[in-house]
């Protein structure tokens, strides 16, 4: 090997998955393990290390699982592309003399869904978050298509139906138990057009405090549900 050639002497990866009670820099902890057996070497024999994550602030904390031994640890973040930033500052710091042998590191830890921050924060426009993972359905009465517009707006929501019941559209949630919970009551019909969605029992969705009790928008006559 020439002087500027840097080899990658062992991989560790931890498992995908949902590992409940286990934390990123947990998992992290065992993908160096894996990563050092893998080479044939101890943690003493690594000399620094370069590690990111979009969701651990500090992932230089993890030395202290993996051990206390006073190396430098760099930390990086470049969005999607956090790892290939670290193996190329570790193998960059590797080639230019002034370590032998050096550790890359990534770790994050994500709830279940698509993607759920905020956009902005990493410089992308408003529609890449538009991923279809949250579904409103809202009953609301006495209000202009312009204010229901603005309502839809505050919660980010892109795309809308309206179901116009004229005065009897009804909005009932399974309570569990083989029957129905009527989050409001109107004058029922005989015969009527019915819209029903199944899905597995989660969290609502915080809705903002628009006009709770007042306004428009007034949630403690208008039914309001919101879904996972």
């Given at each position: 090997m020439s002087r500027?050639?840097?080899?990658?002497i062992g991989v560790g990866l931890?498992?995908?998955g949902r590992f409940e009670g286990k934390s990123a820099m947990q998992m992290a902890g065992d993908a160096i393990q894996l990563a050092l057996?893998?080479?044939?070497?101890?943690?003493?024999?690594?000399?620094?290390?370069?590690?990111?994550?979009?969701?651990?602030?500090?992932?230089?904390?993890?030395?202290?699982?993996?051990?206390?031994?006073?190396?430098?640890?760099?930390?990086?973040?470049n969005a999607c592309a956090t790892a290939a930033s670290a193996t190329k500052l570790c193998a960059d710091s590797i080639r230019l003399g002034d370590y032998d042998i050096g550790i890359a590191v990534g770790m994050d830890k994500h709830p279940r869904g698509a993607f759920t921050e905020d956009p902005a924060l990493v410089g992308m426009p408003s529609w890449y978050a538009q991923n279809g993972q949250y579904?409103?359905?809202?009953?609301?009465?006495?209000?202009?298509?312009?204010?229901?517009?603005?309502?839809?707006?505050s919660i980010g929501a892109w795309n809308a139906i309206n179901l116009n019941g004229g005065g009897s559209a009804m909005l009932d949630v399974s309570n569990g138990n083989g029957g129905v919970t009527e989050l409001n009551h109107t004058t029922e019909k005989y015969v009527g057009p019915n819209?029903?969605?199944?899905?597995?029992?989660?969290?609502?969705?915080?809705l903002p405090p628009f006009g709770v009790g007042t306004g428009p928008y007034d949630t403690t006559k208008d039914g309001i549900a919101s879904g996972l």
């Open positions: 500027n050639d840097v080899a990658i931890h498992p995908f057996s893998d080479a044939g070497i101890g943690w003493k024999d690594v000399q620094f290390a370069v590690g990111g994550s979009w969701t651990v602030a500090n992932p230089d904390a993890l030395v202290g699982m993996v051990g206390l031994t006073g190396i430098p640890f760099t930390d990086v973040f579904l409103y359905l809202m009953d609301v009465s006495s209000v202009t298509l312009g204010e229901e517009s603005d309502l839809f707006n819209l029903g969605i199944y899905a597995a029992p989660l969290q609502p969705v915080p």
